[in-house]
């Protein structure tokens, strides 16, 4: 084979790498969740973040609500108030749903989010952003960068509000 | 290259080996040594604001009395149970209500961080009375000689108050042809008659008296 067909090769292969990683990240499809979890609503009728993430305010983990709890509003079999589809099967199955984990916390970096909520009086959209308005469940991109921008958005926090800054406070 | 020169170069490759090396372990030392040290209060520095400080905080129940502390724990197990077996979704986070309930007579779910209301104590002390006694799981209406003062008229709401909790409730309607609004289910397959009672001292314990 000649160099200029390796040349053409190797470009060919890249091209096409590069062109499906960008529709996979413009697909938004990096992680995607089971169900179709409308947050704005459930804020409409007035629950708040810790009623489903209970350890939000307790606990070093948010975590995510079980089946059953979900099972305590919505019945399939009643009109209101409305249980879509792919949830009415994991209520009949009374098996979890696998809801994917967005935020991981480094196992070198330690956080609690009971010293941030509670303690520290942080409103979850300080570090979530404005998840009570969304419709959709939140998601990820194949690519993202978000793990340098958290930590830069923690130190430029902590600047702000003059809390420790030291390496140690979150990094163990 | 003679041996002599050789040498020389040997031994000045080991010398800056050696020394990366014990630079290397002095830092790695010094390291270990911060990790190990490492405490919070240490590192906070004057100009670091009071939030700093919640590094230092542990879970306290603020402004408690000192006849609820010996009773802490029951409540703290009362405090999870009511937050983790779903009773927060429709009631609220402390108790505090304000959850819409499509259809319901009242629009919205009870508020139950006024369950000392709801039982008619109407003294802090007597609150505290009954903590004691429903974290040490003694059920009101079991209890021969209740010594309360309004013992009559709280006990028959306790156990109302407990029957809802254990057997469900069918809340009312706004429009009678319309949808059925979020109901109140029954708890006594998943929580014991200890957890219902726990749960209600927790509940008696949120409430904020006024200071006298």
Redesign the interface.
């Known amino acids: 084979m000649s160099k200029k067909w390796i040349i053409v090769v190797l470009t060919l292969i890249v091209v096409i790498l590069g062109g499906g990683l960008l529709v996979l990240n413009a697909r938004d499809n990096g992680v995607r969740q089971p169900v179709a979890f409308p947050h704005n609503k459930h804020v409409?009728?007035?629950?708040?973040c810790?009623?489903?993430h209970?350890g939000a305010?307790?606990g070093e983990r948010a975590g995510i609500p079980l089946t059953?709890?979900c099972a305590?509003?919505h019945?399939p079999e009643?009109?209101?108030?409305t249980t879509p589809p792919e949830l009415a099967q994991y209520l009949k199955s009374e098996e979890e749903i696998p809801w994917k984990q967005l935020y991981r916390i480094k196992r070198h970096a330690y956080f609690s989010h009971?010293?941030?909520v509670k303690?520290?009086n942080l409103e979850c959209s300080a570090c979530h952003g404005d998840v009570e308005s969304k419709n959709t469940p939140l998601s990820r991109p194949f690519f993202t960068t978000a793990g340098q921008k958290m930590m830069d958005s923690c130190v430029a926090c902590h600047r702000k509000?003059?809390?420790?800054t030291?390496c140690?406070?979150c990094h163990? | 290259m003679s041996t002599k020169t050789a040498d020389k170069g040997a031994r000045n490759l080991l010398r800056v080996f050696l020394g990366v090396w014990g630079g290397l372990t002095l830092f790695y030392l010094f390291l270990a040594w911060?990790?190990l040290s490492?405490d919070?209060i240490f590192?906070?520095?004057n100009?670091?604001?009071e939030?700093?400080r919640?590094?230092l905080?542990d879970?306290e129940f603020e402004g408690e009395s000192e006849t609820i502390a010996p009773f802490k724990s029951a409540i703290e197990h009362g405090r999870?149970l009511y937050?983790?077996s779903?009773c927060?979704?429709?009631h609220?986070?402390d108790g505090r209500g304000?959850?819409?309930?499509?259809?319901y007579a009242k629009d919205?779910i009870p508020n139950l961080d006024n369950m000392v209301d709801k039982l008619s104590i109407w003294d802090r002390e007597d609150a505290e009375k009954v903590i004691g006694l429903l974290a040490a799981n003694q059920s009101l209406d079991q209890i021969e000689e209740l010594d309360l003062p309004d013992a009559m008229i709280i006990v028959p709401k306790y156990t109302v108050t407990r029957d809802v909790i254990e057997k469900g409730g069918k809340p009312g309607k706004k429009d009678l042809q319309g949808?059925?609004?979020?109901?109140m289910?029954a708890w006594r397959d998943v929580l014991t008659r200890r957890d219902v009672n726990n749960i209600l001292a927790y509940l008696l314990s949120v409430y904020q008296w006024e200071e006298e």
């Open positions: 409409a009728i007035g629950m708040s810790s009623s489903c209970t305010r307790e059953k709890t305590l509003c019945i009643r009109s209101s108030p009971r010293r941030h303690l520290g509000e003059k809390v420790t030291d140690l406070s163990r | 911060r990790a490492w919070p590192f906070i520095k100009d670091d604001s939030r700093s919640v590094s905080a879970l999870g937050l983790r779903g927060a979704l429709c609220g986070v304000g959850v819409h309930s499509e259809n919205t949808p059925p609004p979020l109901n289910q």
